[in-house]
C-alpha cells in the first residue's frame, strides 16, 4: 500500500512502528461539525479545549505557558499539576497540528525550584562587615522616594535588601533556617519528553536573549548564580510534508535573525495589564518563518493576546484560549484594536523587490527531507 493521505503524508516513509501508531490519528475524521471557531479568544482550560479544534487544521501553535515561578495565574498548579497541564496540552496538539506543521514552546529554566532534600550551602561571606545602614536612614530613604520597592531602596543606600528588609522588619527575607533551599531545574528536558511521547520530534531550539532581569534576581549580592535574561524556544514538528520557502523572509531577515540561533529582543517595557506578556516581534518571527498567509495559528495560553495581533499583523488566522476571563476580555480587546487587514496571498511575497526577498525557488520537500542541511 503506497499513497499520500488527505493531508500528504505518505505513511509508508514512517518508521513501521510509527505507522501503527500515527496511522489511526492521521486518518483520523471527526464529523461534528462544531469546533471551536477561527479568530476568536475562547476562555477556558487549555487542556479541555485543545481536544475541540478541528483535527489537522493548525499550521503552528506558539505559547508561553505557566512557568511555575510564582505568578499569580499559576498559583493553582503545584509542580505535579504543572507537569500534567504541560504534557496533556502537548499531547492534544498532536491531532490538530497539521502534517508537516510545528509547535513552538516558549520557556525558560526554573530558577528558584524549592528542594527540601538539597543541603544548605554554606555561605561564608568574606566581607562580613555590618553595614553602617541604619533603620533611620531606610525611613529617610523611604520618605524622599516612597515610589522605590527594597531593591531601589538597597541601590540607593548601597546595603543589600537583606540589610533593607532587617531594619524595617528585623527579619531575613531569605527565609530562615527552615527554609527549603533553591536550585535551578532544566525544563527543556521534561517537554521534549513530553513532545516525543506525543508524536513529535524536536526540529529546531532557539534562544531568546531578552533584558537582564536585576528586579528579580534575589540572590544578585549573595551567590554566584548569573541573573535571569533568556528564555528557549523548542520548535517541535509533526511528519508530515513541509513547505520550505526561502522567500518567507528577505535576505536581510535571513542574515538577521531566520538562520541565527539566538535572537535579541527586549522584553516588554510595562507589564502593566499582564504578568507576564513576551514582546510581540516573537511570535512575529516564528509566524512569519513557519507559515503562509491565511494559515491558522494557535496559542491555548495567550494571555493579553499578543499571539492574536502577530498573526492578524502578518494576515493569518488564530485561535486564543486563555482561562483567565479577565485576559479574555484583554486579548479580545487587543484583538479588536488592529486594524482589519486584507489576507495578502503568498505569491505577493515573490514580487516585493524592495524587501530584497531571497531569490531561490520554494521546494516542496518530503518529511525525509526536511532537514537544516
Ligand atoms: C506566560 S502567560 C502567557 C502570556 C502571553 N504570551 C502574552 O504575551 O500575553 C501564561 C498564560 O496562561 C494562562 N493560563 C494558566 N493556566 C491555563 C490553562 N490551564 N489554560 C489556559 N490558559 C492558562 C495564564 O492566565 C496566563 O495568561
Redesign the pocket.
Known amino acids: 500500500m503506497s499513497y499520500r493521505n488527505e493531508n500528504g503524508l505518505n505513511l509508508q516513509r514512517l518508521p513501521p512502528e510509527l505507522q501503527a501508531s500515527l496511522g489511526p490519528l492521521y486518518e483520523h475524521k471527526d464529523h461534528r461539525q462544531e469546533y471551536l471557531s477561527i479568530n476568536e479568544i475562547h476562555q477556558g ?3 479541555q479545549l485543545l481536544i475541540q479544534i478541528e483535527p489537522n487544521s493548525i499550521s503552528l501553535s506558539v505559547w ?4 511555575f515561578v510564582g505568578k499569580e ?2 498559583a493553582y498548579l503545584d509542580f505535579e499539576g504543572w507537569q500534567t ?1 504541560l504534557s496533556t496540552v502537548i499531547a492534544c496538539h498532536f491531532p490538530i497540528i497539521k502534517p508537516g506543521g510545528f509547535l513552538v514552546i516558549n520557556i525558560a529554566d526554573i530558577l528558584v525550584f524549592r528542594d527540601p532534600t538539597m543541603p544548605r550551602i554554606q555561605a561564608e561571606v568574606v566581607r562580613r562587615k555590618r553595614s553602617p545602614v541604619t533603620r533611620q536612614d531606610v525611613l529617610d530613604a523611604m520618605q524622599q522616594h516612597p515610589e522605590y520597592n527594597r531593591y531601589q531602596l538597597a541601590q540607593f543606600l548601597g546595603c543589600s535588601e537583606q540589610t533593607v528588609d532587617r531594619r524595617l522588619n528585623g527579619n531575613n527575607i531569605r527565609g530562615g533556617k527552615s527554609e527549603a533551599q533553591t536550585r535551578v531545574k532544566v525544563v527543556g528536558g521534561l517537554v521534549e519528553s513530553w513532545a516525543s511521547a506525543a508524536g513529535f520530534y524536536l526540529y529546531d531550539r532557539r534562544i531568546w536573549v531578552k533584558d537582564p532581569a536585576w528586579e528579580n534576581s534575589q540572590w544578585a549580592s549573595l551567590s554566584y548564580r548569573a541573573v535571569d535574561e533568556f528564555e528557549y524556544l523548542y520548535i517541535f514538528w509533526k511528519p508530515g510534508v513541509t513547505k520550505i520557502d526561502r522567500n518567507r523572509l528577505t535576505r536581510n531577515e535571513w542574515r538577521d535573525w531566520g538562520s541565527r540561533a539566538v535572537w535579541q529582543i527586549p522584553s516588554v517595557r510595562t507589564n502593566d495589564d ?1 504578568e ?3 514582546p510581540v516581534a516573537l511570535p512575529t518571527r516564528i509566524i512569519q518563518l513557519l507559515t503562509d498567509p491565511d494559515d491558522i495559528v494557535l496559542d ?8 492574536a495581533v502577530a498573526a492578524i499583523r502578518q494576515g493569518r488566522r488564530f485561535v486564543g ?4 476571563p479577565d ?1 479574555v476580555e484583554l486579548a479580545r480587546r487587543k484583538v479588536s484594536q488592529e486594524p482589519p487587514r486584507l489576507l495578502e496571498k503568498h505569491e505577493s511575497y515573490q514580487t516585493d523587490s524592495s524587501d530584497e526577498r531571497s531569490s531561490s525557488p520554494s521546494l516542496d520537500v518530503s518529511a525525509e527531507h526536511v532537514d537544516r542541511s
Open positions: 482550560d487549555a487542556a508561553s505557558p505557566p512557568y495565574y499559576e497541564l499582564h507576564a506578556k513576551f491555548c495560553f495567550i494571555g493579553s493576546g499578543t499571539t484560549i486563555e482561562l483567565s485576559y
